[in-house]
């Protein structure tokens, strides 16, 4: 596994990529503490979890759907929300103001 710091990306960017076209990982540290790892992109990457990381993330920021975000997942609804619940997200977000209509409505 090869080391880079931020500033060494400005200027090995190609040996970067490089690495990750070899099947290498990298790291990449700033000020001496790790910021992030640089993971060949596979197949067997996608269907050991990266997948359910993904489409987590991508619901958690608003980009996806949960339906789409579950597809994604290669997960049922339920099982995709029991996994939101694991990580402690949640799988509907109301804002005040949609709370306070929905309480109208009921009353």
């Known amino acids: 596994m090869d080391v880079f710091t931020v500033r060494d990306l400005r200027e090995h960017t190609g040996t970067l990529i490089h690495d990750a076209e070899a099947g290498?990982?990298?790291l990449v540290t700033k000020r001496?503490?790790?910021?992030?790892?640089?993971?060949?992109?596979s197949e067997d990457l996608l269907m050991q979890?990266?997948?359910?990381?993904?489409?987590?993330?991508?619901?958690?920021?608003?980009?996806?759907?949960?339906?789409?975000?579950?597809?994604?997942?290669n997960?049922?609804?339920?099982?995709?929300?029991?996994?939101?619940?694991?990580?402690?997200?949640?799988?509907?977000?109301?804002?005040r103001e949609e709370i306070a209509q929905e309480?109208?409505?009921l009353e």
Do not use: N, R
């Open 24 to 26: 290498k990982l990298s």
């Open 32 to 41: 001496g503490h790790p910021v992030f790892l640089a993971v060949p992109f």
């Open 49 to 73: 979890g990266l997948a359910l990381a993904l489409a987590i993330h991508l619901f958690k920021e608003g980009v996806l759907t949960m339906e789409k975000a579950a597809k994604i997942a």
């Open 75 to 95: 997960h049922s609804m339920e099982a995709f929300i029991e996994k939101l619940g694991l990580f402690g997200i949640p799988a509907v977000t109301y804002s």
């Open 103 to 105: 309480l109208k409505d």
